[in-house]
T-cell receptor
């Protein structure tokens, strides 16, 4: 069983829809990261969470430490949000989920 | 401030050849990582270095060696390349003591024929 599980694996949405991507993990962690990878490969960090909730623009990330679960929400989705979203957890090393491929259609 | 710099960006190797992927960061981070990314597999950890002078195996270390030359540099070596090592390789660094933000190199596309 993978230490980090993401769902869904693939997601297609219409422009404007509210999107949720989930991440569950099975190990003790001190931090959870959400990352974005665009076609062409570049990976950028969106959020680092150790508790609660963070918001940046249309992106919101939440974490429930007791349930070992995090969600990434995108409000008013746009085609430029199309990317792979990756969850990673840090205990004593970084471990990544397989990623969620998001496509937002106009 | 260049962040994380990886070289080369593209490389084609013949089976059995050796090569080294170089990674350097200028952010004084302690932790550095090498990952490979294959279609449908996500990022898989090859080796990591929690601090200068230490290295540890990750999920898929076979066929690779690493060197943490100093705090800035963490290299990945393929001693005898195999077609199964065709992949995109990413180097990453992170400072546990400074915000925990992860920084990635731009990736190295390696093809072994």
């Amino acid at each position: 069983k993978n230490e980090v599980e993401q769902s869904p694996q693939n997601l297609t949405a219409q422009e404007g829809e509210f999107i949720t991507i989930n991440c569950s993990y099975s190990v003790g962690i001190s931090a959870l990261h959400w990352l974005q990878q665009h076609p062409g490969g570049g990976i950028v960090s969106l959020f680092m969470l150790s508790s609660g909730k963070k918001k940046h623009g249309r992106l919101i990330a939440t974490i429930n430490i007791q349930e070992k679960h995090s969600s990434l929400h995108i409000t008013a989705s746009h085609p430029r949000d199309s990317a792979v979203y990756i969850c990673a957890v840090y205990g004593n090393k970084l471990v990544f989920g397989a990623g969620t491929i998001l496509r937002v259609k106009s | 401030n260049a962040g994380v710099t990886q070289t080369p960006k593209f490389q084609v190797l013949k089976t059995g050849q050796s090569m080294t992927l170089q990674c350097a960061q200028d952010m004084n981070h302690n932790s550095m990582y090498w990952y490979r990314q294959d279609p449908g597999m996500g990022l898989r950890l090859i080796y990591y270095s929690a601090s200068e002078g230490t290295t540890d195996k990750g999920e898929v270390p076979n066929g690779y060696n690493v060197s943490r030359l100093n705090k800035r540099e963490f290299s990945l070596r393929l001693e005898s390349a195999a077609p199964s090592q065709t992949s995109v390789y990413f180097c990453a660094s992170m400072s546990v003591t400074s915000g925990n933000t992860i920084y990635f190199g731009e990736g190295s596309w390696l093809t072994v024929v």
